[in-house]
């Protein structure tokens, strides 16, 4: 007796603890030094906390320790997987930006588990992190270094710190606009219809995985 073809899962795994930890302790810390660089750089907050020692502290703290999740998220496979699904781009993403500004992400054409927006902001957010992370620290430690580099480490740190909020802002504003997308970060899983419809490479190459 032939067995009929098992009904497919609702759900797809898109994220695993990992991942999703990294994330949320690597968004925590990005958020901390956003709302700290903001209390010391706008007047009419800096008045609401006063503190201005404590704010410079916990902004220089965050930021130090802002890579750390990812680097003792490195040492696990599925993390490492996903590191190199961001770091390559593919055949789809060729004008994906382009379309999804025009029409939005679902006319944007498909993609794979992470579109071509994503890569491009990872990799922005990851390269402004490190040049954040080395101005700083120059301006943490200003007697190691001469009164130009201080003087342009600060100009380049206030600008880059500018761009990484809107940035992150952007990212943010987009996050709540799809709930799903949100609920796959928090518990790991979406649907299939939703990673169809987003992600149709990325749906595809799990449901070969599953049936294989």
């Known amino acids: 007796m032939t067995r009929p073809p098992a009904e497919p899962p609702a759900e797809l795994v898109r994220f695993g603890t990992v991942e999703r930890w990294v994330h949320r302790t690597t968004s925590t810390l990005m958020m901390v ?3 700290t660089a903001a209390f010391l750089y706008l007047p009419f907050l800096a008045e609401l906390v006063g503190r201005r020692r404590l704010l410079v502290t916990v902004h220089e703290w965050a930021g130090i320790v802002l890579p750390v999740p990812l680097v003792a998220g490195i040492f696990f496979r599925s993390l490492r997987a996903d590191l190199r699904r961001l770091n390559r781009f593919g055949p789809q993403d060729k004008g994906w930006a382009w379309r999804a500004m025009r029409w939005g992400t679902r006319a944007a054409g498909a993609a794979g588990k992470f579109n071509a927006g994503q890569k491009l902001y990872a990799a922005v957010i990851a390269g402004a992190t490190l040049v954040m992370m ?3 620290l120059v301006m943490w430690f200003p007697n190691l270094t001469s009164l130009s580099w201080r003087t342009g480490s600060t100009f380049v740190h206030d ?3 500018l761009i990484v ?3 992150v802002i952007g990212h943010i504003r987009m996050a ?3 709930p799903e997308a949100r609920h796959g970060m928090r518990t790991g899983r979406v649907s299939r219809n939703w990673a169809r419809r987003e992600h149709e490479l990325w749906a595809d190459e799990e449901e070969r995985s599953v049936d294989h």
Do not use: F, P, S, Y
């Open 159 to 161: 600008w880059l710190a």
């Open 176 to 178: 709540m606009k799809d």
């Open 33 to 35: 030094a956003i709302v």
């Open 165 to 167: 909020g809107v940035l």
């Open 134 to 136: 080395g101005t700083g």
